[in-house]
Nanobody, 124 residues
């Protein structure tokens, strides 16, 4: 069992930045590939970014490429999402998730453990 706790969400103006953290406990995070998803009101949950177990491979949704960066520190059992140049359309609840395996996957059903989510609100 892996317990994931997200932090770092909040209210920011358009063009601003936030850094989300996802701290894991229960198992060593290095055994899992990680991902960030988001869900806006009335919309489906969507993939934002993913990272493999070592951190050497990442993948991003087209909507966030060049603005968001996913990273991990396995020594700290934490996955991060640095979000720059935020836009109002980035407003959503952001979820951290991990999956057993090495490959970065953009499908939510492939992930085994999820955090509770953290709200990100970008004002115009």
């Amino acid at each position: 069992q892996v317990l994931l706790v997200e932090s770092g969400g909040g209210l920011v103006q358009a063009g601003g930045s936030l850094r989300l953290s996802c701290a894991a406990s229960g198992r060593t995070l290095s055994s899992y590939a990680g991902g960030w998803f988001r869900q806006a009101p009335g919309k489906e949950r969507e993939f934002v970014a993913g990272i493999n177990r070592s951190g050497g491979s990442t993948n991003y949704a087209d909507s966030v490429k060049g603005r968001f960066t996913i990273s991990r520190d396995n020594a700290k059992n934490t996955v991060y999402l640095q979000m720059n140049s935020l836009k109002p359309e980035d407003t959503a609840v952001y979820y951290c998730a991990v999956r057993q395996g090495t490959v970065v996957v953009g499908t939510s059903s492939a992930y085994h453990y999820w955090g509770q989510g953290t709200q990100v609100t970008v004002s115009s």
